[in-house]
């Protein structure tokens, strides 16, 4: 049974940890600097970071980073890349939850901008730094709730109708997608850089603080759910664990992979779709104008 007993000494590396402020991005980002990791808290808000730094301790800093802004987006990467030419372990945690419909500043359906097109973006703005960083890995998080996730190419502002359910597991099936195709990019330019996925399980954070709290105990209830620091588990496991390799997902163990210790598991087979995953990156270089090009390189803003 995977803990972070398990974790091997991460002293010596630096890892970017998006949404590091609070909830599951916190318990990552706590869990890496304790075993001797130098910890980017790349957040929206600089004073909860900071905070948050302040009682993570050891080697850690903050950089804003606001995925419902491109331009916050490219600001953020090029503070990174000219701070840190050798980055070893990108988590993408951060999430956007909306009961009601909302847009970026770039006008992208908030929780699909925020989850994975803010997410695409900065994982390619960033990438030169760590295909220069043998052995690094990038761990996109996504959901158990991405089994449901629909993705309609031709209505992605969700313009003509809108569920906040539907919407976020559409960017957690996005989040999959994602990570699996750029697994294969990678292989494919045979870099030292390896993609992976992970989702907490059940876990109740502020991601969800508009919610109807009597709904959540008749959907979710105690006995489902566990806490960030063990919903933390399997994104750690994804990050460290010397036998993980490209391509894997990892989440809880227990039914229905709502608790329990990380192991691999198995997302849903439309989350494979290699027609749709192209589909979705062409479409996200065009949204973003962030360019990787056909073997991975170093990303350019257009």
């Known amino acids: 049974m995977w803990s972070v007993d398990d974790m091997p000494s991460q002293a010596g590396r630096v890892a970017v940890v998006t949404g590091a402020s609070a909830g599951i991005g916190f318990a990552t980002a706590k869990a890496l600097a304790e075993r001797g990791c130098h910890v980017v808290l790349a957040v929206r808000d600089p004073v909860r970071g900071a905070d948050a730094a302040a009682r993570i301790g050891g080697s850690t800093v903050v950089v804003r980073l606001d995925l419902a802004a491109l331009d916050s987006v490219r600001s953020a990467a090029t503070a990174l890349t000219g701070e840190y030419p050798r980055i070893d372990l990108l988590i993408n945690n951060a999430g956007a939850w909306s009961a009601t419909r909302a847009v970026t500043r770039d006008g992208f359906e908030l929780q699909l901008g925020v989850n994975h097109l803010g997410h695409f973006a900065f994982t390619g703005l960033v990438l030169g730094a760590m295909l220069a960083t043998p052995g690094s890995r990038i761990v996109t998080v996504s959901s158990v709730s991405h089994r449901r996730g629909d993705i309609d190419m031709a209505d992605l502002p969700m313009a003509r109708t809108y569920r906040h359910a539907a919407a976020y597991a559409r960017s957690k099936l996005a989040n999959l997608l994602f990570a699996f195709e750029l697994h294969r990019g990678l292989a494919r330019a045979g870099a030292a850089t390896a993609s992976l996925a992970a989702h907490p399980g059940g876990v109740w954070t502020g991601l969800f603080r508009g919610a109807n709290p009597a709904l959540l105990v008749h959907t979710l209830g105690r006995l489902v759910t566990q806490s960030p620091e063990r919903g933390a588990l399997a994104t750690l496991r994804a990050a460290t664990d010397p036998t993980?390799?490209?391509g894997q997902?990892?989440?809880?163990?227990?039914?229905?992979?709502?608790?329990?210790?990380?192991?691999?598991?198995?997302?849903?087979?439309?989350?494979?779709d290699r027609a749709l995953a192209r589909e979705l990156w062409d479409?996200?270089?065009r949204l973003t104008g962030v360019a990787y090009g056909p073997t991975l390189p170093p990303c350019a803003w257009k």
Do not use: F, N
């Not at 990892?250 to 087979?269: F, M, N, T, W």
């Open 244 to 246: 993980a390799t490209g």
């Open 249 to 272: 997902y990892y989440g809880p163990d227990g039914i229905g992979e709502l608790r329990g210790a990380p192991k691999p598991v198995q997302a849903s087979a439309k989350a494979h």
């Open 283 to 285: 479409e996200s270089e």
